[in-house]
């Protein structure tokens, strides 16, 4: 089967996820996509499978126009998706998941046997030892991933795409789901692999396609063609404005914030750093690394297990966020604005002032609107926060707005350590700009910024120092030079190197950490 | 409707220039819309049924309206306070009699005079409205159920300690103050009730733990992360709710003058009834005080009403489930709008 995509485009709000693409996978082909987070890699494949309609532009099958509704349409046009979300069901077992649309039937009842027997020869393709009547939820994060594979194999679809299917299984198992990829490529069928990993892209597909801010940066090469270091130049390609974030002198500076060894209850381990005053640190890494968490458990989120870390040369043990804010100065920015960082319905000054209510109350615990006044208003102006009012609803106000208001917020609160998570996600390219300089900004003031971001423009325009983290562990730290060229090259091959280290030597280490 | 509405707010200004008086009269025109319409709604009601009936606003009938307008009143906050959290709270009804019947026992039993026994019984409402909290805060169970399982454990102990029997030689200054009116018709009943109204109003909007309620309540996430110790502020509410529903409690004993095991079993109806009229949303992070006082008086407009046209207390039922029904979709299609409005589309 032969799926050509022609010219599609797709928007969110605020974010153009897809520009123009046009993409031709071929019978009998492995067919890489590659690109950085939210290059455009996911909508893609959701338009192709269904779950999203493009703007614009066509899907031909075969030549024909396609025009899917539902996820439905394209699996009966031949289609098949393993996506990155798992779309299982806890409770049933892996037979009745494998098979779930079209349970075999005998006089109108589900024909149990069959089930397993069906379910079982796609699974032995992969992993004969999974049970096919052990219910999923008892099932590991990779024996998941497994079903989720053997699914999509059932459906016996010309055309099978593959969502980093390989990211949280053992090299092992991704040696088998190599070999079946190879055997249907041998029976004419064209497959899609989306992956990270370029040892992986390098030794199992034909050709490749890079998608680089929703645009095709390099189309259908033959991978022999490509070298790794062509492949990673089109990831990460350069233009846009840089911010200006002036001249940096941290020599001499005090230590703020240090960790030794940290082990947390989420699976991090022997994390050690030391973030100084007015310095910007970052920590990149690829979605699922573990820097969310670590944040997390920084302040007093998720429980430290092991190791020690200082404030201001002092050890802590952080018990909950309050007492990180109040007693320890530190504020956290989530990337996830509207389920964790801001209370869309309230105003602004509620969201600004949220963090001072106790230090403004009077002795009976009054808070007058004119305390709350006089300390949101200067900080409005010095943001250049566009909103009608400080009454406005947040929930009306821009992305890059609303990142404003979280950093009102903080700076309100008196923060010296702001923990700032994916700072720009969702916020167009002139107002990231923006933003930058404001972060930048802020360290000139003497606030010290842990900068957690997947975007590497972002990361080595801001950044220090880079801390890389892979897999709930740091595996490389870098003195950033502001170059992007060698710094990307440098960041990129920690990660890619960390995958070969961590599945080498641990080979149980990434299934402990997401478990 | 649009994205670009939501990214490009229009007109821009910063605060600086900006004229802040559209946006807060805005959201005042809104909620006080919602207010007006209830009272039209109540005016009605009492236009109609004085013209069916004059002995409607006879000094004795206002009387009786203004002693359970107080109580529905209490009530009503008992519940809406747990709402601002984004919870609920069914053992009311159960709180409420256990303060009721430890009132009566400290004042039959023990002779303790009705103030001591007073604050015994509002502190013992508090106690048991604290203990709900802590458990839905510990174990992280929905309000829905912990509350569901205190409301049947209090009435429980409450019937096995008290063998349901009625204390009706209450000190007589109890009832006397049931009976005291000002003016014609207000009972002091009343008067309480609009106090508490008015605490309310400045812990919501002028405190620092009321706003953190709303916070938490919105958004609980957000809030904690914030620095608010959401756990704590949940337990507060829930504390709060206690208190008020033994007061609710105690206002009956005040009204019956005898402390009975059949009370609070009616209330549940009410309770949610009167913020939700009034515009609280049952999602949590916004209240209207004076909306629950309106909700209420609703309410008990129609108990009273239906009495006084002598319909049967069959109907009264019928009419309140009627009633909470209609005020759920409003309050579904409210939350909808607010949703539309804040977002600017979906």
Request: proline residues 4%.
């Amino acid at each position: 089967m032969r799926l050509t995509v022609e010219d599609i485009g797709k928007s969110f709000p605020g974010v153009t996820a897809l520009d123009g693409v046009s993409f031709e996978i071929r019978p009998g082909e492995i067919h890489a996509l590659m690109g950085e987070n939210g290059a455009g890699k996911s909508t893609l494949i959701k338009i192709i499978t269904g779950l999203y309609r493009p703007d614009r532009g066509r899907l031909l099958v075969d030549g024909v126009p396609a025009d899917f509704h539902s996820p439905r349409d394209a699996i009966a046009a031949g289609i098949s998706a393993v996506h990155q979300e798992r779309n299982l069901i806890p409770r049933f077992t892996v037979g009745e998941n494998i098979l779930l649309e079209r349970l075999p039937r005998r006089h109108g009842l589900v024909d149990y046997g069959r089930v397993h027997r069906e379910a079982r020869r796609f699974l032995d393709m992969i992993d004969p030892s999974i049970d096919t009547r052990t219910e999923v939820r008892r099932l590991s994060v990779a024996q998941m991933q497994i079903v989720e594979i053997a699914k999509a194999l059932s459906l016996e679809a010309g055309v099978l795409l593959l969502d980093e299917p390989t990211a949280s299984i053992t090299g092992h198992e991704a040696d088998a789901l190599f070999a079946v990829l190879r055997r249907l490529k041998a029976e004419g069928k064209a497959i899609v692999f989306v992956s990270h990993k370029l040892e992986e892209v390098t030794a199992i597909s034909d050709r490749v396609t890079v998608l680089r801010d929703g645009k095709v940066a390099a189309a259908g090469e033959p991978i022999a063609s490509m070298s790794r270091g062509r492949i990673v130049s089109a990831m990460i390609g350069r233009e846009e404005r840089v911010a200006e974030i002036g001249e940096r002198d941290l020599r001499d500076r005090t230590a703020v914030l240090e960790a030794r060894g940290v082990a947390t209850a989420l699976g991090h381990r022997d994390i050690g750093f030391t973030l100084r005053k007015g310095e910007i640190l970052g920590l990149y890494g690829l979605v699922g690394a573990g820097r969310t968490e670590l944040a997390r458990a920084l302040i007093g989120d998720v429980r430290i297990t092991a190791g020690e870390v200082r404030v201001n040369g002092r050890p802590v043990a952080i018990a909950s966020v309050p007492e990180a804010i109040r007693r320890h100065r530190i504020g956290y920015i989530s990337e996830d604005r509207k389920a964790e960082g801001l209370i869309l319905a309230h105003p602004v000054r509620s969201n600004v002032a949220i963090t001072v209510w106790r230090r403004i109350a009077s002795a009976l615990g009054l808070v007058g609107r004119g305390a709350e006044r006089r300390i949101v208003e200067p900080l409005v102006r010095k943001l250049d926060l566009k909103t009608p009012s400080i009454e406005q609803g947040v929930g009306k106000l821009s992305g890059g707005n609303q990142q404003k208001v979280s950093i009102a917020k903080w700076l309100a609160a008196g923060v010296e350590i702001l923990i700032i998570d994916e700072p720009t996600v969702g916020i167009d390219i002139k107002t990231k700009t923006a933003i930058h300089e404001l972060i930048a900004e802020i360290t000139r003031d003497g606030v010290s910024v842990l900068l957690i971001s997947s975007d590497m423009p972002e990361m080595i325009t801001l950044a220090d120092r880079i801390l890389v983290m892979r897999d709930f562990a740091l595996v490389g730290e870098i003195e950033n030079s502001r170059r992007y060229e060698p710094m990307s090259r440098r960041i990129m091959s920690f990660i890619h190197q960390g995958a070969e280290g961590a599945a080498e030597n641990e080979p149980n280490g990434p299934e402990a950490a997401h478990g | 409707m649009t994205a670009t509405e939501t990214l490009n707010p229009d007109p821009v200004m910063t605060v600086a220039d900006a004229n802040e008086a559209p946006a807060r009269r805005g959201a005042f025109l809104a909620e006080s819309g919602n207010l007006i319409g209830l009272a039209a709604i109540v005016l009605i009601f009492w236009v109609v049924l004085t013209s069916l009936r004059p002995g409607f606003i006879s000094n004795f009938n206002l009387f009786t309206l203004s002693r359970s307008l107080a109580i529905d009143i209490v009530i009503g906050f008992s519940t809406m306070v747990v709402l601002a959290t984004g919870g609920m709270n069914l053992a009311i009804g159960s709180i409420g009699v256990c303060a009721v019947m430890a009132a009566g026992f400290l004042m039959q039993g023990l002779g303790l005079p009705p103030l001591v026994a007073f604050a015994a019984a509002l502190a013992l409402g508090a106690a048991l409205g604290w203990l709900n909290g802590f458990a839905i805060v510990r174990s992280g169970v929905n309000s829905f159920i912990i509350t569901l399982a205190s409301a049947s454990l209090y009435l429980g102990a409450m019937l096995i300690l008290s063998k349901a029997v009625t204390f009706n030689e209450l000190p007589a200054a109890v009832a006397d103050f049931g009976k005291l009116r000002f003016g014609g018709f207000v009972s002091p009943l009343l008067i309480i009730a609009l106090a508490i109204g008015a605490a309310l109003i400045v812990l919501f909007r002028f405190t620092a733990l009321g706003r953190e309620i709303l916070a938490a309540g919105a958004n609980p996430r957000a809030a904690e992360l914030s620095g608010v110790p959401v756990g704590r502020v949940v337990i507060i509410a829930h504390t709060l709710s206690g208190a008020l529903a033994g007061a609710a409690g105690l206002m009956l004993v005040a009204r019956l003058g005898a402390a009975m095991p059949s009370i609070g079993q009616d209330w549940l109806l009410p309770s949610f009834l009167a913020p939700v009229l009034g515009g609280t949303l049952l999602s949590g992070g916004a209240v209207s005080v004076i909306g629950t006082m309106l909700g209420a008086l609703l309410v008990t407009t129609i108990r009273s009403g239906l009495l006084v046209m002598q319909v049967g207390n069959f109907w009264l039922q019928l009419f309140l489930g009627v009633i909470l029904l209609a005020a759920v979709m409003l309050d579904r299609y409210r939350g909808k709008v607010a949703e539309r409005r804040s977002l600017g589309r979906r």
